[in-house]
């Protein structure tokens, strides 16, 4: 297969131009959004969850932190998956905002949190952010109470693996955080599309692809706050690329010595997602020297949005651009994905796979989840 003929690798590289057109969708629906907001009473003590299922959960574990760190006091990530199952151990009757990811808006849990939400939050609204029009989600939205985003339609992923997908919503989550400021953004949020081509023009380069033939059936991948987010999609990126060949964990920096480090062997590679904030990243550059020292990894990567001034034992390490918009702006954090997509990429053709379809031998993933049943919801929501 060619290394650049298939959906994957093309959704992985427009990414760049995605984000700045969803700028604009965000942007043209400036005034929707605000009275949306207003006239649901959405405030910074207001009942706000994010929710999504697989990827698009990680896309709320990371939105979280940043709408939480912008002092929005209720904020929770919800997997859209647990609401169906068992909703009562996780929302509050009085949460206001859910605020709902989906690529097609097709998987059956979609829908069925929207509806649960709607029984157990009863002045719930929602806003929904997607990428396809046509999706049941967008259908069942109800004009009165809900407003649906729908982005370009080169994030409505074709390929089995979210990817562009997965960071034009979660920059869409942001903008639509910080649409009072919205004139403002878009230069922050050039600067991070800039180091995402910084990332595309590594792998250019040689270095991820020839990392991605290393000898290694584990990976680590490890960030804190909303890089945690990051790292757990990074990590599901090369395991589901690879359909499982590679196995792959996540954590944040300091809850890995509780456990998950034995995971770390001479077949593991590790990459640390640093963050740019000093007091963060001493814990982070403690636990990089621990990892160097007792488990001998197979190799590890540093990614960073500025030199992080370790070296021994690193193979190599991605850095930004310098730029003051990058710093400014959270959405620094989105390109950072990019390196577990372009490793699951590499990984996957370097195990003769196809990329848009690794696991076309077994079925064992597909592009939307089947096999779910969909049970009615009792009304004591227990």
Not at 29 to 48: A, C, P, Q, Y
Not at 59 to 85: E, F, H, N, P, Q
Not at 90 to 110: A, H, M, Q, T, V
Request: proline residues 4%.
């Amino acid at each position: 297969m060619s290394e650049f003929n298939n959906h994957t690798v093309k959704e992985i590289w427009h990414q760049p131009k995605m984000w700045l057109d969803s700028y604009d969708i965000v942007l043209a629906n400036r005034r929707k959004i605000e009275e949306f907001l207003v006239s649901n009473g959405i405030g910074k003590d207001t009942g706000i969850v994010l929710t999504g299922a697989g990827t698009s959960d990680f896309i709320a574990d990371a939105a979280a932190c940043l709408w939480t760190r912008s002092g929005y006091s209720r904020v929770k990530a919800v997997a859209t998956t647990d609401i169906v199952s068992s909703c009562g151990y996780f929302l509050d009757p009085s949460d206001r905002l859910f605020i709902s990811f989906g690529r097609s808006g097709n998987s059956p849990e979609s829908v069925a949190a929207w509806k649960i939400a709607r029984a157990w939050c009863r002045n719930a609204s929602h806003l929904i952010i997607t990428c396809n029009p046509e999706g049941e989600l967008v259908k069942c939205a109800d004009p009165e109470r809900d407003l649906a985003i729908v982005l370009p339609d080169g994030t409505n992923d074709r390929s089995l693996a979210m990817t562009s997908s997965f960071s034009s919503m979660l920059i869409t989550s942001i903008l639509c955080k910080n649409i009072a400021s919205i004139e403002r953004e878009r230069a922050r949020l050039k600067a991070a599309a800039d180091f995402a081509s910084h990332i595309l023009e590594d792998a250019v380069t040689g270095r991820l692809k020839e990392l991605a033939s290393k000898k290694f059936s584990r990976a680590v991948f490890l960030g804190s706050g909303p890089l945690k987010g990051i790292a757990c999609e990074c990590h599901l990126k090369l395991q589901e690329l690879t359909d499982g060949q590679i196995m792959c964990a996540y954590d944040s920096f300091m809850g890995l010595r509780h456990g998950p480090q034995a995971v770390i062997n001479e077949d593991t590679l590790v990459v640390y997602l640093l963050s740019e904030d000093p007091h963060v990243r001493r814990y982070e550059a403690d636990l990089v020297a621990q990892v160097y020292s007792e488990n001998h990894p197979a190799a590890q990567v540093i990614v960073s949005t500025v030199p992080s001034g370790i070296s021994e034992g690193i193979d190599f390490e991605i850095n930004a651009p310098a730029s003051e918009e990058l710093l400014e702006g959270e959405y620094r954090f989105v390109p950072y994905v990019l390196v577990g997509q372009l490793l699951g990429y590499y990984s996957s053709l370097a195990k003769g796979l196809d990329p848009d379809n690794p696991s076309a031998a077994r079925g064992a993933i597909s592009r939307v989840v089947h096999g779910v049943t969909i049970y009615d919801f009792p009304e004591d929501g227990q």
